[in-house]
């Protein structure tokens, strides 16, 4: 592999000493990409259509202060982790810094088009100042709830083509480099939990992170469907038509909310990883579109 292509392989097993579904042969990449810069996105850049559009918007403007807290919450648990998992945790702070970068690009192309987003990145601001004083166990459970929700979406837009059927290319082309990552490092959080509450019981450990799911859920749909309704009122499209139809876009067609729902149920139940699930063939697929993928442009 070349002095271009940053990567760790991984060869992993459970803290516990018992294994764990990451697979033996899983590869960390760092692709380092830059999306936009020259033809930044506009308005309606999701297949003119306000309402993916928005919900996208949405999803970005948490992204550069999400996972500067994802970081954080993993990097806190991660002194005396086996060498391997110490790689791997290394491998996912340089993708979530470069996710980081591009989408603080990608918003200030929103900003640019006309959108104010400065509300979105308050209330993720003052969201995230609530959990400085909690214990640091609590948000990496947070974070590995919201890790397996980058997952399963990450899986639906490049399992699915018509998430970004009809959008400007360079947009839909960084969603999907950041999915190929989401799905590439989607047990790292879980592993690093597993380490850190090696000495709790089973129950304790389910209990909590099962609890955590369901906040992180109430939380999550509830303020991305507030934001997207704030976005879609900036077009000065409001009322209950417009709350309709982004439903329908959530749960019918493509319905992501929907087809992600197997996924978020498997979480509870016991004996679940992330990795129980390898889907590396999206990403092999994903990757095969982008030959440049780990250069810098």
């Known amino acids: ?28 990449t760092i692709r380092d990409r830059r999306f936009g810069r020259n033809e930044p996105a506009g308005r309606w850049w999701l297949n003119n259509d306000p309402i993916a559009t928005a919900w996208h918007n949405a999803l970005s403007a948490t992204f550069p202060r999400g ?30 810094i470069n996710h980081t970068r591009e989408h603080v690009a990608f918003n200030r192309a929103a900003e640019n088009a006309g959108y104010d987003i400065a509300r979105i990145d308050k209330r993720v601001e003052e969201m995230l100042a609530l959990t400085k004083d909690r214990p640091v166990i609590l948000n990496l459970a947070a974070t590995m709830a919201l890790e397996h929700y980058t997952a399963m979406m990450a899986h639906e837009f490049l399992a699915n083509p018509a ?11 960084m969603w999907r480099w950041h999915a190929i990552e989401e799905i590439e490092h989607k047990g790292v959080a879980y592993d690093t939990w597993l380490h850190a509450t090696r000495d709790w019981s089973r129950w304790k450990r389910w209990k909590v992170k099962s609890l955590m799911m369901v906040i992180v859920t109430k939380n999550f749909l509830t303020h991305r469907i507030e934001d997207t309704l704030d976005l879609l009122e900036q077009d000065g499209l409001t009322g209950a038509k417009w709350k ?24 509870f139940l016991p004996g679940f990883h992330p990795w129980q699930y390898d889907d590396r063939a999206l990403i092999n697929k994903a990757d095969s579109e982008f030959p440049d993928a780990v250069m810098k442009r």
Do not use: C
């Open 1 to 28: 592999m070349n002095a271009m292509t940053p990567s760790i392989a991984l060869e992993r097993s459970a803290p516990t000493g018992k294994a764990v579904p990451t697979p033996t042969d899983l590869t960390i």
């Open 163 to 173: 998430h970004f059927a009809g959008s400007e290319q360079e947009p839909a082309d």
């Open 67 to 96: 996972e500067a807290f994802f970081i954080e919450a993993v990097k806190a648990h991660r002194d005396s982790v086996p060498p391997k998992l110490e790689a791997e945790i290394r491998a996912f702070v340089r993708q979530e």
């Open 244 to 267: 309709w139809k982004l439903a329908a876009y959530l749960l019918w067609k493509p319905g992501v909310v929907r087809r992600i729902f197997p996924a978020w149920i498997s979480y």
